[in-house]
């Protein structure tokens, strides 16, 4: 299954894996390349790439990612093509190596690809990478590293500018196209139905709907494979002079817990959440089924789509507090639930789907994808063009069995948020 150059190909999703798969076909000299979305609004002001910033990191158990890590960051070092989308703060992981085996793996990748790591062995050595301003928990009876290659980006900045390029290279992006299913003939896939009527003919279909992947396209029952998943989040509106003294904090990331945090952006606002198995939320079907988890966003839901559980927001504040006592006695200004499309074993979904030469899938990005926007499209290009290592066609297979389990997020039990009481405005308050 392979594409040729002067293929018609249609990517459904104009997210992270759509427009970085737009961009690398065109830069591979594919003719005719058209990227649709849902939303009337791009970057889709509900999507997980157009979160407000994203963690850019190498510290990964599996050294395929850390590596590809490592080559998106150089990438994104390219001021010409990203402006100052990234920000090099880099990333404190914390938490004892030794009870945390995906950090230790991380380490020992990080130390292998020749990162710039600092040990932090004590309490004073890890405050030592904190500016002298900044009034810091306890950080007791823990270890951590620093690594000094990686940061955060600015998400929505990020795809707004490889969009732009993809229309400049000759790309075609059309927002408000509301995808609902396959065409079909003969068991190949042949295009789009929109829920308009119209059908998009297309040779390959490209699948990149991101956490609405499963629900637009009932028909392939992706189930878990790509499951829809929310994350909860809340941010902290600082004071100029505040923003100024917390600016050069790096990043704090603690894989036991799940918790991070980045450093304040331009307009002097932090955000926290939690990585952990996250939150599904399911559509009973006509029937009384169990539907599809899809997300529950401010366009489905208005402002009740921007709220998380009240008791991820008692958990985000009493995490908060044991590194930045000060800010944990500020309100949250805000709170947004994430939603990530996830794998059983945290690998992306890449790939032809079984037996269909004109669908491919490129999902799943299960909470680690948006930092490989620069590079990600390379990996689905080689997927489109048959190029891809035999051992990553098998590693990203739709209908792969999946043997080990996504070790990186905080081990607690998936929810639905049918079961959740949602957070008040008091939740926000100190």
Known sequence: MVAQKQDKILIVGAGCFGISTAYHLLARGFTDVTVIDRSDILPAPDAASTDLNKVVRTSYSDPYYTQLARDAIAAWKDEEMWGDTYHESGVLVVGSRDETPYASKGYENDAAIGARIIDLPTTDAIRSVFPAGVKLGGFNEVSAYLNKDGGWAFAAQGVARMTAKVVEMGGRVEAGVNVTGLARKDGKTVGVVCRDGKTIDADVVVAAAGSWTASTFAELELGDRCLSTGQSIATIQLTPDEGARYREVPIILDFSSGFYMFPPNQDNIVKMAIHETGFTSYIV??????????????????????????????????????????????PFSGTRMCWYTDSPDGDWVIGYYPSDAGLVLATSGSGHAYKFLPVIGSVVADTIDGTLDPALVSKFAVNRESVKIDLSRAPAARQDLAGEVFCTPGDLLP
């Open 285 to 330: 079907n006509t029937d009384g089924g169990k539907g599809i988890s899809t997300p529950r966003t401010v366009t489905s839901h208005g402002s009740d789509g921007l709220l998380i559980p009240q008791s991820r927001a008692k958990m985000l504040r009493t995490k908060l507090g044991a590194v930045y006592p000060e800010l944990a006695e500020k």
